[in-house]
């Protein structure tokens, strides 16, 4: 993924600890669904800026609770 990539993490600030490594490429990963073990999650969506045919990203987030 040297270019445009999306990481998730679990915790709030991008210093958590990774509950993906870095996700890219045009097909969806392999894990597609990610549980935090507390009540915040951070996704970075990264992108290198450069002109190029590729669209971006896209995703879907939703949200549950769990242990109610």
Do not use: W
């Amino acid at each position: 993924c040297p270019f445009d990539y999306v990481e998730v993490r679990d915790g709030s600030t991008n210093e958590s600890s990774l509950l993906s490594g870095k996700l890219c490429g045009s097909q969806p990963p392999k894990t597609s669904v990610f549980y935090s073990t507390g009540n915040s999650m951070f996704v970075l969506m990264h992108s290198d800026s450069s002109e190029n045919t590729n669209r971006g990203f896209s995703s879907e987030i939703k949200g549950e609770l769990h242990g109610f």
